[in-house]
């Protein structure tokens, strides 16, 4: 099975069923297939060929999951890039990955015209939204909103194969530069298959997503949703919580994935009445670990709900989900391997140790990744041979023990990625961009628990004398290179910074310094 | 005296900078479509308004109606009871 298929076979079964409901929009099955038909027809015709990577720039939107499919059934992969991204790394990305097609929103072309003109292997750039009368590139446009009804409404004949690339997903390297994570079809379809399985989704299912589809988390909403022929609620962001509020009690909302944030900033609000929350079946989180005190009171908001806490990182998806069942007696656990994967701790000769040990966690199954796009050194040190010819084992770098019964607790990362907001931020990547600023001698960036964010980026910044550099310029500097979610809370400027014996800044010392633990929290 | 919406303006402009072209936060620029807020940005700036204008906003109020442009501001801060803040 391909992933375009979920979308060709919900089409299929339910043509005038809403799939994607985005602000006052809302776009049937038959349209999404027809539209994102015409897409990939648009695609083949620019000179999109079977394995070429289709860059996509756009926020949450309708156009968004037209673009995805258009692409696969292109016999092209997508690439999701967060609409925030800045020119400089896009570019980067685009080139990173040799995309042939960018599409992007119109109201964005303009700042990433320049970025866009030096990546030589795109043959076309699509633009989504206003005219394109004003628009000039060394490159064919197509506008998105005029011209795809010229081309013809069948899917093109050219058909993938389950081993062939799906997708890339770009995420924070530990060396500061994103890595796009190679999907095949049979990955994606794989990790699908077995999360619909064990959250028991149906087509009456009505799930929203306030989750950036840039994101794995977010993306696999979709995804799942049009492979279950259930109903897409999607929204922008979680700025506003109220009117999620509103929308889950309006549109009879039964699926609610979120992270820690996205739940504490939910129960930060006063007077909200279970009531409107009757429709929800189940809840998911992952991205860190929920609060054990949050736990009780998501159960009284959610009070129809099974809250599924999980665990995985996008190199493989999902590892494993806890039994709702089990919430109450191991609240801080992640549970147990989902459907067709298995997961295991290990010691650093590969063997399995004990209960309570603590080890690396692996995992097979065909939901690990084909490889980072690129980077056959790095792909080396994470997917490594298991028992069997041919056998691959994830080895995910992330710290866990193991309970008497099986159930999986995670203790810590190995590198120093933050995770904010359960996305993953690389703090070489936002020092880099610091030490660009003219004045600053040396930068540190850790991460800060944070009731809200589970932690938040913080800056420790060594200046140059005469310079006068403010937090507020450093914070600007971040912003005009990085995503939002990247950009530090927090700057503190010292003299100096703390050391290790040999040298390197003492990152303990300095999140002890910022009144927190050494270990970061998950 | 500085008119409400310069007041925001300004805030916005400082504690949600972007490079955006035109980094254009003009009256009627919505700041979810501009892609500078977030559910913690809305915290900030429900916290600046409640100090810098005296009111209290309830949860049921935290909406794109009330807060995702200049001009959303200036007339909930109006509706409010904030004289001027809408003119």
């Known amino acids: 099975m391909l992933v375009d298929d979920f979308l060709a076979m919900s089409a299929s079964r339910f043509p005038g069923k809403t799939a994607v409901i985005c602000g006052d929009r809302r776009v049937t099955y038959g349209e999404l297939d027809e539209t994102s038909n015409r897409l990939a027809q648009a695609l083949v015709a620019v000179g999109v060929r079977p394995g070429d990577r289709v860059a996509v720039l756009l926020d949450n939107s309708i156009e968004t999951a037209i673009c995805i499919f258009g692409a696969l059934k292109a016999g092209g992969a997508f690439v999701v890039v967060n609409h925030t991204t800045k ?107 077995s999360i619909t399985e064990y959250l028991e989704s149906v087509a009456d299912d009505v799930i929203i997503n306030v989750l950036p589809l840039s994101f794995d988390y977010g993306l696999y909403q979709l995804l799942m949703s049009v492979k279950s022929g259930g109903t897409l609620v999607l929204e922008k962001s979680f700025a506003y919580p109220f009117t999620i509020v509103e929308r889950i009690e309006q549109e009879r909302v039964t699926g609610f994935p979120g992270v820690p944030t996205v739940f504490a900033l939910l129960l930060q609000m006063r007077n909200l009445e279970p009531q409107r929350f009757d429709s929800v079946r189940y809840v998911t989180n992952t991205g860190a670990c929920l609060p054990p005190a949050h736990i009780p009171r998501l159960k009284v908001l959610f009070r129809n709900a099974k809250i599924f806490s999980m665990y995985g990182l996008t190199e493989c998806k999902r590892v494993s989900y806890l039994e709702p069942a089990e919430l109450e007696r191991r609240p801080t656990s992640v549970g147990k391997a989902m459907p067709n994967v298995q997961a295991l701790v290990v010691d650093d000769a590969g063997e399995p140790v004990g209960p309570g040990v603590v080890g690396e966690l692996v995992v097979r199954g065909s939901n690990v990744m084909m490889g980072y796009w690129n980077r056959t050194d790095e792909t080396a040190k994470i997917v490594r041979p298991g028992r069997f010819p041919g056998d691959r084992v994830l080895h995910t770098g992330d710290l866990f023990t193991m309970d008497d019964d099986g159930f999986l607790y995670f203790v810590a990362r190995r590198d120093d990625i933050i995770k904010s907001r359960g996305e993953k931020v690389s703090p070489r990547e936002v020092e880099n961009v610091i030490l660009e600023l003219a004045g600053i001698r040396e930068a540190v960036v850790v991460g800060v628990d944070d009731p809200i964010l589970g932690q938040s980026v913080k800056a420790f910044v060594v200046p140059a004398e005469g310079f006068g550099i403010t937090e507020e310029d450093v914070i600007k500097h971040c912003a005009s290179s990085l995503e939002n979610f990247m950009v530090p809370r927090a700057i503190e400027f010292c003299s100096d910074l703390p050391r290790t014996t040999t040298g390197k800044p003492d990152l303990t010392a300095l999140r002890g310094s910022a009144g927190l633990p050494g270990d970061r929290w998950e | 005296m500085t008119a409400a919406r310069d007041i925001i303006k300004l805030f916005v402009l400082k504690t949600f900078p972007t490079d955006s072209p035109g980094a254009g936060i003009d009256y009627e620029t919505s700041f979810v479509d501009a892609g500078i807020m977030d559910s913690m940005r809305v915290l900030e700036l429900v916290e600046f308004l409640e100090g810098q204008f005296g009111i209290t906003i309830k949860d049921s109020e935290l909406v794109p109606g009330n807060l995702d442009s200049i001009r959303n501001i200036c007339r909930y801060l109006e509706s409010k009871g904030v004289t001027g803040a809408d003119s």
């Open chain 1, 87 to 193: 020119p400089k790394k896009l570019e980067f990305i685009l080139n990173d990955c040799s995309a042939s097609a960018l599409i992007i929103g119109a109201s964005q072309f303009d700042s990433h015209k320049a970025a866009v003109s030096r990546v030589g292997s795109l043959r076309c750039v699509v633009v989504c939204g206003g005219g394109r009368s004003s628009r000039s590139s060394s490159h064919g446009i197509i506008d998105l909103d005029r011209d795809l009804s010229s081309f013809p409404s069948l899917r093109p004949g050219n058909r993938s194969i389950d081993a062939d690339l799906a997708a890339l997903i770009y995420t924070s390297g530990s060396t500061g530069l994103p890595k796009g994570v190679a999907v095949s079809h049979l990955n994606v379809v794989s990790a699908a298959t």
